[in-house]
């Protein structure tokens, strides 16, 4: 502002101010110039009498607004990494982790997947393997093989792919209180179940919002990165019937001779 005062005063000419030392006599014993230009630079030129030496002032009056570099916000949220996964869960925090899978997947789908904020179906096979399986990996590991993506496709293809039922057993849908047994989808976040107990149901986290279709989730748990531990399981499910149908035709040879079946013990004694 007082930059400003002073070239109004200036502007367009020159101004001298002489000093005499406070003596009657006509010789100054200092001169000060003040010039200003039309760029806006104001200069001060100090002449004196006992030394030939000039001293140069310039300043320049500019109407930019010093650039701020604005300070990063303290409660700005952590970027979503593999590494911020794993200690959501290292601490329990469920809850959080379930929304950093979430960030993951749509960092991970692409680019139009982050511009829009959430991942259309078709987009869940830009994200490789290696990453599926990683995520996929710690959930496995801090739930005690409890949550994570393989353990809903095994639970998905228990149910015969009806993802009605898969939605109750994962405990998604809740029971309602009515004479007839229907179920409801729980409200997010807070029916959901963020905590590990015995009773927490097998698959029910991380979430995936199915609310607009299930191509998403069936995308999703049908995705490459699983389909090796889907065919062990189907293997094994296989061995497993397998080994009990031996067992009954086994125990066929083994029933009881007839006579043994109308044989009737006389406890009357």
Known sequence: ?????????????????????????????????????????????????????????????????????????????????????????????????????????????????????????????FISTEDLRAIDKLWKEHSNGKFGYSVQRRLLEKSRRDFTRFFIKVGWMKKLDTEIEQYNYRAFPDEFIWEMKDDTPEGHLPLTNALRGTQLLGNILTHPAFEEESQENEAAAEESATAASQSKDDNKGRERPKFMKDFKPNYSF
């Open 1 to 125: 502002m007082a930059n400003a005062s002073l070239q109004s005063f200036l502007l367009p000419q020159h101004h001298s101010f002489v000093n005499t030392g406070g003596s009657h006599d006509s010789s100054p014993s200092a001169l000060l110039k003040l010039s200003t230009n039309n760029s806006g630079s104001i200069s001060f030129r100090l002449y004196s009498n006992t030394s030939p030496s000039v001293t140069t002032t310039s300043t320049t009056n500019s109407s930019a607004p010093t650039p701020v570099t604005p300070a990063a916000a303290a409660d700005s949220p952590p970027t979503p990494s593999i590494d911020l996964l794993g200690r959501q869960l290292t601490a329990g925090d469920y809850r959080q982790a379930d929304e950093t899978t979430r960030t993951l997947l749509i960092e991970l789908a692409g680019e139009s997947a982050r511009r829009r904020g959430y991942v259309f179906f078709s987009e869940v096979q």
